[in-house]
């Protein structure tokens, strides 16, 4: 029943998880206005289906799952995305070097298939497992298991191959 009050009060549930969801949905759109869109398409549909919401996953995780459908949905109706948009407003201050690096991934990113970016920043954005990324994929673990090698397979080659090792930890942008 917990779970229920933590989505009962959906204005607090919203300010609470708001930039993490838009973050996501940038991550996989690459596009902010895209992704406020689509960001909001979800917080539409998590406050429709609220009720139905049975806790057997975190809020965070339900959220998220509605989110990267919606995401993924958006990019089969729009497939042509703007590789050129000024996403440095949404990068965390760094050095230069490291903002180079996190330029280089958010470009190595775009070239993964959307599924793949989806699993990768999920699982090392979010921090979430492999079961809860499968979850919210709708897919299997070992499935997820191989999208993320898959992934980081073709990153290291675009990053050059010490780079993509930085992928393995939680990073601070989508």
């Given at each position: 029943m917990a779970f229920r009050l933590e989505i009962a009060d959906f204005?607090?549930?919203?300010?609470?998880?708001?930039?993490?969801?838009?973050?996501?949905?940038?991550?996989?759109?690459?596009?902010?206005?895209?992704?406020?869109?689509?960001?909001?398409?979800?917080?539409?549909?998590?406050?429709?289906?609220?009720?139905?919401?049975?806790?057997?996953?975190?809020?965070?995780?339900?959220?998220?799952?509605?989110?990267?459908?919606?995401?993924?949905?958006?990019l089969r109706r729009h497939p042509v995305v703007r590789r050129d948009a000024d996403l440095t407003p949404f990068l965390v201050p760094?050095?230069?070097?490291?903002?180079?690096?996190?330029?280089?991934?958010?470009?190595?990113?775009?070239?993964?298939?959307?599924?793949?970016?989806?699993?990768?920043?999920?699982?090392?954005?979010?921090?979430?497992d492999y079961a809860t990324t499968a979850q919210i994929l709708g897919t299997t673990s070992t499935n997820v298991g191989a999208m993320l090698s898959r992934a980081l397979d073709r990153l290291r080659v675009a990053l050059g191959d010490g780079t993509a090792n930085s992928t393995s930890t939680k990073a601070n942008t989508p």
């Amino acid at each position: 029943m917990a779970f229920r009050l933590e989505i009962a009060d959906f204005g607090a549930f919203y300010e609470d998880t708001y930039e993490r969801a838009y973050r996501t949905a940038l991550g996989i759109v690459r596009e902010p206005a895209l992704a406020a869109d689509v960001t909001q398409e979800a917080y539409v549909s998590a406050y429709r289906s609220r009720d139905q919401f049975r806790g057997d996953a975190p809020s965070g995780a339900w959220l998220h799952k509605i989110v990267v459908n919606k995401a993924l949905s958006a990019l089969r109706r729009h497939p042509v995305v703007r590789r050129d948009a000024d996403l440095t407003p949404f990068l965390v201050p760094d050095t230069a070097a490291g903002t180079t690096t996190r330029l280089a991934l958010l470009d190595a990113l775009d070239a993964l298939p959307p599924r793949q970016r989806a699993a990768v920043i999920l699982r090392y954005y979010h921090d979430y497992d492999y079961a809860t990324t499968a979850q919210i994929l709708g897919t299997t673990s070992t499935n997820v298991g191989a999208m993320l090698s898959r992934a980081l397979d073709r990153l290291r080659v675009a990053l050059g191959d010490g780079t993509a090792n930085s992928t393995s930890t939680k990073a601070n942008t989508p």
